[in-house]
């Protein structure tokens, strides 16, 4: 859902100062985040959340904890309107961030490996996914002569095993093996 009265506030700004992209994470925030929550009524905010989904993979380590800073000084202030939901593997840096005081009062740690069912989830993709690989004509000949079931169960336990009950793991291979250059 998009909320028109954000992105005509977020534009005007991008317009009125195009060197924004540029500035520090903390300008960005307060100009393209925090400013335009606050500058329209709640009734007629629309967006509820905001969603970072994958965390670990900014390529800057101390980026990531910057953001972490900057969200949990955001959550801080009074009557914050947003609720921010943050997906990541749990990397040393970023769990000791969710431990910290600045952070620890306003979150909720959700960990993968205790939702029951994970597992099982993780399990279906990947048969799904070698199916799809199965069954598409151009994997079709390479294919013939690779015994069945396939890939073994043994296969399939070892994948969601070293996944961690991380979905990108089994995502990524099967991207890997269905890629034509593999």
Request: glycine share 2%.
């Amino acid at each position: 859902m998009v909320n028109k009265d954000i992105c005509q506030y977020i534009l005007a700004e991008v317009e009125r100062n195009p060197q924004i992209v540029h500035s520090s994470l903390e300008e960005q925030f307060r100009k393209l985040i925090f400013e335009p929550c606050y500058s329209i009524p709640k009734d007629r905010l629309l967006i509820k959340a905001i969603v970072i989904d994958g965390l670990d993979e900014c390529d800057d380590a101390s980026m990531q904890v910057a953001i972490l800073k900057l969200l949990a000084k955001a959550v801080r202030y009074e009557g914050f309107p947003l609720g921010i939901f943050i997906t990541s593997r749990p990397e040393l840096h970023i769990r000791e961030m969710f431990d910290t005081k600045a952070i620890i009062f306003a979150t909720q740690v959700i960990s993968l490996d205790r939702i029951p069912g994970v597992s099982q989830d993780i399990r279906t993709v990947l048969e799904s996914g070698f199916t799809r690989i199965l069954n598409d004509p151009r994997f079709r000949r390479c294919l013939t002569s690779v015994p069945r079931p396939w890939p073994s169960p043994d296969a399939i336990n070892k994948i969601v095993q070293r996944s961690s009950c991380q979905f990108i793991y089994s995502a990524t291979v099967l991207k890997f093996v269905s890629s034509p250059d593999h």
